[in-house]
């Protein structure tokens, strides 16, 4: 039997995640034809599937809606990104996400339709900015115009939120690709990384403190956030983090799901994961068992703590290494996704 096409998306040329999910559906038997985002779709492919986003969204479903039901390919997107604050008003977030992907959709068009130029003020502002409540509105608007088959995300405390306003989400969690993981051997000679973007001024306060702290213990670091030292990516993050005895997640928002990827970098190279206290995007991911959890006025004493105590540390690392490289893995991931999916559409 012909192995069913996926056509993947690209959001550029080269893209690190586009890659490990080509390859962990291939070893699902899948045949996998990745594009650009802004291209046209492959012919002949029985589903199309689109992450993160890292683009403007919507030009994917709504160019695949054009084509004829009988030539439609399903779509799939499986939500990376954090949701707006929780904590505002629920018919607030969707009148601003509503707003924010009209806006949008807006600059797709032409700028004398409407009259409305969207490259001055304030338009040009705001189609720019707040892309939070962009792929809120872009997810619901989808949904709405029945562009998306199925519509997952790796937190499910934001898949209950979509599910809660009628929009159909499943919760699908991240998983390990093997390609993020090797066992170096390598001496563990830094006591704590530090790796990534600063992104929000809450973040890069807090790691400022937590590391000068850090640094008046007399405790070794490595920081990557592009100042410090350059980004670290691929082989020479695997490296590193087999190196690294402890790496520190910290939280651009209160309810932002950064510790999802970072644990999933840190755990297959059995560097224990410390993170200030987070929403339990993933269930499966247990504070205590596979990464030590801690407020952040707790963060400083609790690095220290399992610096001296090497024996939790390490058993801690393990049961997490354990979790992405059995159960928690981009294989398991991806076919329960495409299950999703068959369950969605009855095929």
């Not at 939500?79 to 977030?93: A, D, G, R, V």
């Not at 190279?269 to 990464?291: C, D, F, K, Q, W």
Request: glycine share 8%; with cysteine; net charge positive.
């Amino acid at each position: 039997m012909k192995p069913s096409q996926i056509a993947l998306i690209q959001w550029e040329p080269g893209d690190g995640i586009s890659r490990v999910i080509q390859h962990e559906l291939e070893v699902l038997g899948y045949a996998v034809q990745p594009f650009l985002w802004n291209q046209p779709p492959p012919a002949g492919a029985a589903s199309v599937l689109s992450f993160a986003p890292y683009g403007k969204f919507l030009h994917i479903p709504k160019k695949l809606a054009q084509l004829p039901p009988e030539t439609r390919p399903r779509f799939i997107h499986w939500n990376f990104e954090s949701l707006p604050n929780l904590n505002l008003p629920t018919p607030l977030l969707l009148r601003l996400g509503a707003l924010r992907s009209w806006a949008g959709r807006l600059s797709d068009t032409s700028d004398s339709i409407l009259g409305l130029p969207t490259h001055r003020p304030p338009l040009s502002s705001l189609r720019l900015r707040a892309n939070k409540y962009k792929y809120l509105g872009d997810y619901h608007y989808g949904w709405q115009h029945g562009w998306i088959d199925l519509l997952a995300d790796i937190s499910q405390v934001f898949s209950q939120f979509h599910q809660r306003l009628g929009v159909g989400a499943r919760y699908i969690p991240w998983g390990t690709p093997p390609e993020w993981h090797a066992d170096l051997r390598l001496e563990r000679d830094i006591d704590v990384l530090w790796f990534g973007k600063r992104r929000t001024r809450r973040r890069g306060l807090l790691l400022d403190a937590v590391t000068g702290a850090l640094r008046q213990r007399g405790v070794k670091l490595y920081i990557a956030d592009g100042i410090e030292r350059p980004f670290i990516f691929n082989e020479e993050r695997t490296a590193i983090l087999n190196r690294a005895k402890i790496t520190l997640n910290l939280l651009p928002r209160w309810y932002d799901p950064a510790l999802i990827f970072r644990f999933h970098m840190a755990a297959g190279n059995r560097s224990l994961l410390v993170s200030e206290t987070s929403l339990a995007h993933n269930p499966e991911i247990l504070p205590g068992m596979h990464y030590a959890g801690a407020p952040v006025e707790a963060l400083v004493e609790t690095i220290l703590y399992y610096l001296k105590h090497a024996g939790e540390r390490e058993q801690i690392a393990e049961n997490a290494c354990r979790l992405v490289t059995g159960r928690l893995t981009l294989h398991n991931s991806l076919r329960a996704l495409l299950d999703a999916l068959n369950e969605e559409t009855g095929g």
